[in-house]
């Protein structure tokens, strides 16, 4: 019984087509397959990039509107409903998504599940026969349980780059959350290691231009002040003012920004002029 397509054909050849394009371009041979697996993986992610720069910006506010949000479930915890009301009131009046966050993560299925699909598939399989090697990986269309030892090796780049990829884009993020994510790479371990090869190059690939991507949006968009926000969620502007000066009017300035000592007040020069005498 043949499997049963999840991606429509006309998805799959498109998808084709591209990882034959970067097949052609790099010049075919030996490796020219993982480089095109690789390269597909930079052309989906590009594509996909500016909802992910607008699901940080999502994120960011939602951390900023935090204390809001614990107010409002705070004060209506026991009745679910109106709770609910008042925080997709909270989100209109602040436009902001709490589901924007996910969506550049959804919009990666499809293509996971595409490729997974095409490697299977007896077209690929006749296009990558006498190059379908990548390096140390014998056949990017097989599995690699044959191989203990490439396996092995595969099993601990992907594990490795998704926890320095979560760690790097759940940071400040809720606990429990960051707990969860960390454990996932060791349960995905169970179904990776029967995934073809060309599709766990794909999975690291993906693991290192996020690692990559985060480093990018922490200077783009800093994570905003959270200690200096007040009881509303928002940032004060003598926070923000302070911040600016780079600390130079804080201390003993006295907040003039000059460096100086404040001078003392009238009345205390009046007790020492009445000692002196």
Request: charged letters at 20%.
């Amino acid at each position: 019984m043949p499997p049963i397509a999840i991606i429509p054909q006309s998805v799959l050849n498109v998808l084709e087509d591209v990882l034959t394009f970067w097949h052609d371009l790099i010049g075919g041979g030996e490796n020219s397959w993982g480089f095109a697996i690789i390269l597909l993986t930079f052309t989906i992610r590009i594509l996909i990039l500016p909802l992910t720069f607008k699901s940080v910006k999502s994120m960011q506010k939602l951390q900023v509107l935090q204390p809001q949000m614990k107010k409002i479930q705070e004060r209506f915890k026991d009745d679910r409903q109106r709770m609910n009301q008042e925080m997709m009131k909270f989100y209109q009046e602040n436009k902001v998504n709490p589901l924007g966050s996910c969506l550049p993560l959804l919009l990666q299925i499809p293509f996971f599940i595409a490729l997974f699909e095409l490697l299977r598939s007896s077209s690929f399989t006749a296009d990558i026969r006498g190059e379908e090697s990548f390096f140390f990986i014998p056949d990017l269309a097989e599995n690699l349980t044959g191989e203990p030892l490439v396996l092995g090796f595969m099993i601990v780049l992907y594990v490795g780059t998704q926890l320095i990829a979560t760690m790097i884009t759940s940071i400040g993020g809720d606990k429990t959350q960051q707990r969860i994510m960390l454990a996932l790479p060791f349960v995905f371990v169970i179904f990776i290691v029967n995934f073809e090869a060309g599709l766990i190059v794909y999975w690291i690939t993906t693991n290192v231009w996020t690692i990559g991507r985060q480093l990018v949006v922490r200077k783009l968009y800093p994570r905003p002040d959270l200690e200096a926000a007040d009881g509303n969620g928002a940032v004060p502007a003598t926070a923000v003012a302070a911040k600016a000066q780079g600390g130079s009017g804080s201390g003993s300035t006295g907040g003039n920004g000059s460096g100086k000592a404040p001078p003392p007040s009238p009345r205390k020069r009046k007790k020492r002029s009445g000692r002196r005498r």
